[in-house]
């Protein structure tokens, strides 16, 4: 089945351990993108990458950082987790980042950091 | 990428028709119209998109006005399961800082009911 695999799903974290959310696709995809929600903010972009090694800030990088050494693989990293990073995460991944390309997100990932 | 507006919530009776409606008066001619939803923290489910003609797969329409201000999507037979937030984006994919970006606004919580 083609999908995108976050684990784990619950996490919780105390302050300043460094944690990292694994994101997997089986798809072939290019790009591939963080997101976090918190109510009222929206899902707001954390980081992306559009290939291998080829990685941005998104709009709240701040507190974060990923890799693509892999095509399929794009773990996102807290070095040092704070209370103001809990939240619901998700990874999502797209064929090529053109317009004419839907996404695939996966379940998410609840953190909370205590 | 073009600002959009939806109404905040909307209800349906299970069985009729579910048309949602989305105003992107701003939306430039390289803009697609994308639809997604989330079904209660889950994560956002690709729906349909077009960016000039109306569209339609095995889970909805899209239908985009003639000037592409504004655009609806429908879904036919609405259900119990199509309870879920509704997000209308429009997006360009490959310029400057919003490259392959999602930008969610509030969306539209449509309530399916008996």
């Known amino acids: 089945e083609a999908q995108v695999t976050q684990n784990p799903r619950y996490l919780i974290t105390v302050t300043g351990k460094k944690l990292t959310v694994t994101c997997s696709q089986n798809?072939?995809?290019?790009?591939m993108s963080w997101y976090r929600q918190d109510p009222g903010l929206g899902l707001r972009q954390i980081y992306y990458?559009?290939?291998?090694?080829?990685?941005d800030k998104g709009d709240v990088p701040e507190g974060y950082k990923v890799s693509r050494k892999e095509k399929r693989n794009f773990p996102l990293i807290l070095e040092s987790p704070s209370p103001n990073q809990t939240s619901l995460y998700f990874c999502?991944?797209?064929?090529?980042?053109?317009?004419?390309?839907?996404?695939?997100f996966g379940s998410g990932t609840r953190l909370t950091v205590v | 990428d073009a600002k959009t507006t939806q109404p905040p919530s909307m209800d349906c009776a299970e069985g009729r028709a579910a048309n949602l409606p989305c105003n992107h008066s701003?939306?430039?001619?390289?803009?697609?119209v994308y639809w997604y939803r989330q079904i209660h923290s889950q994560g956002p489910q690709y729906i349909i998109h077009?960016?000039?003609n109306n569209e339609t797969n095995e889970m909805a329409s899209l239908i985009i006005t003639e000037d592409r201000k504004s655009s609806t999507l429908i879904l036919p037979h609405a259900t119990l399961r199509d309870t879920a937030v509704y997000y209308c984006i429009v997006r360009v994919g490959n310029i400057g800082t919003s490259y392959g970006k999602l930008t969610f606004g509030q969306g539209t919580i449509l309530t399916v009911h008996p």
């Open positions: 798809m072939n995809h290019e790009y």
């Open positions: 999502a991944s797209s064929l090529r980042t053109g317009s004419s390309y839907g996404y695939t």
């Open positions: 077009g960016l000039k």
């Open positions: 701003t939306i430039s001619g390289n803009e697609y």
């Open positions: 990458s559009m290939n291998v090694e080829v990685t």
